[in-house]
């Protein structure tokens, strides 16, 4: 009787075990949080790497926890070097797909250097420049060449020193670079020599019910409501950070057409991805305790 007794009792406790296992599961698949990037593994785990230039994740410089990425891009890259080292060094979240009409909450940190950080000093520069960027991937191959549909920037049209959010929109099933609208917006001048702190509310549409709300730093500089964003996608914009340069491809290899500088050099923190449940909250940087490293000699068994 005894052993029988045992046995249901094993049976009930194995049930609530497998129950407990699935509600977690449930619950870890129903939460609104879908990427949290913030580089604590100390690479690149969950982040995909463009090109040939690698970001570096480093513990020097960072906006929480202990590491963050930092994007170096240099113009002069040796005899030789294909002039495509010198237009982009970024990753790519490797998130969930981002389904169209749909809404989403991003949030991350820029630091650009300032005048303490020498000759990483982000002076203004009129070649354009792209931090972060949701890039949306074409349905095939005749739709390649699109621009972003948006991007945030330190340098637009000939004038560099400034935040600009763009944006563009596109209602054609096949769109190779025919957009039906885009619009631009100065967010003001950045500052150097600090982390600043974004969060983007996004409603991926090309109809006209879609949404962009922008925060810098807490505080709401851009609203754009009932309004197209995104192209007629199966799938939806992925994001990208880093430093974009395009111009920089077409220029003289000799350096004669530069205007301030010849490198970048540009960090990221903190990003963070989460579905229409989301919140401002859920996807704002936040400000932790920097722990300390445990010291080389103690051996962790």
């Known amino acids: 009787m005894a052993t029988r007794k045992y046995k249901v009792s094993l049976k009930i406790a194995s049930l609530m075990i497998v129950g407990a296992c699935i509600a977690s599961s449930v619950h870890a698949q129903t939460s609104p949080l879908l990427f949290d990037g913030g580089f604590e593994a100390g690479n690149h785990e969950g982040w995909t790497i463009s090109r040939d ?32 080292l010198r237009e982009r060094t970024e990753v790519r979240a490797q998130a969930p797909s981002v389904e169209m009409g749909r809404e989403y909450w991003y949030g991350f940190s820029i630091y650009l250097p300032g005048p303490d950080d020498g000759e990483d000093n982000y002076v203004p520069d009129k070649y354009w420049e792209i931090v972060s960027q949701w890039y949306a991937p074409p349905d095939d191959s005749t739709e390649s ?26 209602a054609k099933a096949i769109n190779v670079k025919e957009y039906d609208g885009n619009f631009s917006k100065d967010l003001g001048p950045y500052q150097t020599g600090k982390w600043t702190d974004w969060v983007f509310r996004v409603k991926w549409s090309y109809l006209n019910d879609g949404l962009l709300e922008v925060w810098k730093d807490g505080v709401k500089v851009f609203s754009r409501l009932n309004a197209p964003i995104g192209y007629n996608d199966k799938t939806g914009p992925y994001f990208k950070m880093g430093l974009y340069k395009g111009q920089w491809e077409k220029l003289a290899g000799d350096g004669s057409q530069l205007d301030a500088v010849d490198h970048r050099v540009i960090y990221h923190d903190e990003f963070k991805m989460a579905d229409e449940r989301g919140s401002y909250e859920l996807v704002a940087p936040t400000a932790k305790v920097q722990l300390p490293l445990p010291p080389s000699s103690v051996i962790v068994r």
Do not use: C, I
Not at 57 to 74: F, H, I, N, T
Not at 145 to 167: A, I
């Open 53 to 84: 230039n690698v970001p570096v994740v480093q513990d020097k410089k960072v906006r929480a926890g202990r590491y963050a990425l930092m994007s170096p891009l240099k113009f002069f890259n040796g005899d030789g070097a294909s002039p495509l």
């Open 145 to 170: 060449g699109r621009n972003p549909p948006l991007v945030l920037q330190t340098s637009e049209n000939g004038v560099g020193g400034r935040w600009f959010v763009q944006g563009k929109y596109s």
